[in-house]
């Protein structure tokens, strides 16, 4: 009977002694917030052939996708910035009289075009993608170069780390504590709001519908935009009174 009083005596105070040894913990999120404005111009588009043969097809799409490069070569844009993503030719078909016939291929050649961003580099693209000869579609819009997004990250880190010390000595300050070291780092790389490092600001034309005539650019302000970038980092110290 002794023995289980002293085991449980033994219990009790190691699990007070362990509350008391376990630091208190102040936990602050630290935000950085800052605008930029993205370097990069990006610009995806989509070349489509079609033809009853499919050799004939993949052919005619080939000869287009030289005759193009061409073009933005003519107009001043290095065809080398020219970066063929995907080239897929498949069956075709529509609705006749209520039923869906093959009426041959479709040949689909993906695009994209990246280059800093200048106004010169801006009106020779512009010119270059109305070609009324072929059929294209494209969408154009602007990201941060990837020597932006490693110098905004820094900055960001840091600015936010500040944020968070700046709250945690004010929050002690105002209790009555003292700040006694870090104790965790939690840095979420994976946030949502930090990809907007990776956001691209998008205006589309589709020359489809033929809203993307340079004739009709007159009112388009094809110029980057301030992009928002925001972090967020946890910080846990441990406090005395």
Known sequence: MKRTTYISLFILLFAQLSIAQSPTLLRVEGIARMTEVPEEVIVSINLNVKDSLYQTCFNKSM?????????????????????????A?????????NKRMKIGYVADIALEIKAPFTQK??????????????DINYNIGF?????????????????????????AETIAKAAG??????????????????????????????SA??????????GVDLNPKEQQIQKSI????????
């Open 89 to 97: 030719v498949n069956e075709a078909f529509e609705y006749r009289h």
């Open 209 to 218: 519908t033929g809203a993307a005539r340079v004739n009709n650019f007159g």
């Open 177 to 206: 504590l003292k700040l006694a070291g870090i104790q965790s780092i939690n840095y979420g790389s994976q946030s949502a709001s930090f990809r907007q490092l990776d956001m691209v600001y998008k205006q589309e034309f589709n």
């Open 63 to 87: 000869q287009s996708l030289k005759e193009l490069k061409a073009y933005f070569k003519k107009n001043g844009i290095d065809p080398k910035l020219i970066k063929s993503k995907n080239v």
């Open 234 to 241: 946890s910080i846990e110290w441990s406090f005395t009174e």
């Open 143 to 167: 990201g941060f170069s990837d020597e932006q997004k490693t110098k905004l990250r820094q900055k960001a880190i840091e600015l936010a780390v500040t944020d968070a010390r700046q709250k």
């Open 121 to 134: 580099f801006s009106n020779a693209l512009l010119t270059s993608l109305d070609h009324e000869s072929m």
